[in-house]
């Protein structure tokens, strides 16, 4: 199987930047959603067919502790280890968890799931890697079959979910893939037992279905036993021509903010209903913080980053405050709502995503998550810079004029 050069690909990928949705996005959810509770919970339900559910034990997963977690979901397996990731690139991450799963449990069945377009470099170093330590390997909605394939669909819907899943009872999801890049990056993860594993096992499931691989067994969802207080739900989403789960999701939790709504998110090109949603929380008293890339990176790049900061003006103009985070290239996807609700994965607020990309979060109502995630917020300030409405004013016209890419014309992975 021949490898498409990485400009090809490059060039290929940018060929999707400019997607364009069949008519605007008018959600806005202007009704009073509380943020927690069983009213949260029904609102969740009518707008993505997921409310929440009790009896999870979720825990805060964050930088170079996310490798380690794997790893040790890899040795705790059992029966099964199921990994979805858009992209694993070789390197020291790679190498890892190559051991981990050649190292795993007799017995235990290894199915990996990859984005092709997203993992250069996969298929010739690591993958026969993964086949000798008795994975199952598949690539989602290859471009690459007997022939290359340049004019279809799969080259603009890929995948962007983080998913691991030991023995259909533990499970990871986050913002990033298996790519140690020089200096590391900042990324969140949030570790989950009980009922919602089922949900990020059916979410695997699907797409491993997609990718040819089968149905998976019975064995793979089994009955799940409370695990703590929290309460959880798994909201995938895949890309729409229209509305995706992404977006209805984003609206309900921008909607269910009281008195704190704090956001980090590696690609933040919002639509005018999310912008619109964030300046109403503003104006109502809602203390509104958003954390965004400083950095390129290699889902930043100076496009986003343009389309990115054309987004500022009006919303520091209507008392949301911005910072841009400087120490590393910034991963995470999350939101902070209040003293209790929780949203970590790979969800992008960016509209070409939401047309295109398979993501996905998990949902938690839960104190101490949110109390640890506000932590984790406070000290990623402490190595940002806020964009202030005075200084923006004053930029340069180099600056003005370099900063007016529309949102539209910058597409994140």
Request: aromatic share 6%; glycine share 8%.
């Amino acid at each position: 199987m021949k490898v498409l050069s990485p400009l090809l690909i490059a060039c290929l990928w940018c060929g999707t930047a400019c997607v364009r949705r069949d008519f605007p996005e008018q959600l806005r959810v202007r009704d009073r959603v509380p943020s927690s509770g069983p009213e949260l919970s029904l609102a969740l339900y009518q707008s993505v067919g997921i409310g929440l559910r009790p009896g999870h034990g979720v825990e805060l997963v964050q930088d170079e502790r996310i490798l380690d977690t794997l790893e040790e979901e890899i040795r705790e397996a059992r029966e099964s280890i199921h990994l979805l990731l858009s992209r694993w690139e070789p390197g020291d991450a790679s190498r890892r968890l190559v051991q981990a799963l050649a190292a795993r449990q007799p017995g235990v069945v290894c199915r990996i799931l990859v984005d092709p377009l997203q993992s250069p470099g996969f298929q010739d170093e690591v993958e026969s890697q993964l086949v000798r330590a008795g994975c199952e390997v598949r690539a989602f909605r290859p471009f690459i079959g007997q022939e290359v394939v340049f004019a279809d669909s799969r080259l603009e819907a890929r995948n962007h979910r983080q998913l691991i899943i030991r023995d259909g009872r533990g499970g990871l999801t986050g913002g990033f893939g298996a790519v140690a890049p020089r200096g590391g990056t900042r990324d969140t993860y949030v570790h989950v037992e009980g009922p919602a594993v089922r949900q990020l096992q059916q979410s695997f499931a699907r797409d491993w279905l997609e990718a040819g691989g089968g149905l998976l067994p019975e064995s793979a969802f089994p009955p799940l036993d409370s695990q703590g207080e929290a309460r959880a739900g798994f909201i995938a989403s895949t890309g729409s021509p229209s509305l995706s789960h992404s977006e209805r999701m984003v609206q309900v939790l921008l909607a269910s903010a009281q008195h704190r709504l704090w956001l980090t998110n590696a690609c933040f090109v919002p639509t005018p209903a999310t912008v619109d949603t964030l300046i109403h929380k503003a104006k109502s008293g809602v203390d509104v913080r958003i954390l965004v890339p400083g950095l390129e990176n290699a889902d930043t790049s100076a496009s986003v980053l343009a389309a990115q900061r054309s987004t500022y003006e009006r919303l520091l103009e209507n008392g949301v405050r911005l910072w841009e985070y400087q120490r590393a290239p910034l991963e995470s996807r999350t939101v902070l709502v209040d003293d209790d609700l929780v949203a970590v994965g790979s969800t992008n607020l960016q509209a070409h995503a939401s047309a295109l990309l398979e993501e996905g979060a998990l949902v938690v109502e839960d104190g101490p998550l949110a109390h640890a995630l506000a932590t984790s917020f406070e000290q990623d300030l402490t190595h940002a810079v806020e964009i202030r409405k005075e200084q923006w004013r004053e930029r340069g016209w180099f600056q003005r004029f370099t900063y007016r890419l529309p949102p539209s014309a910058a597409g994140c992975r």
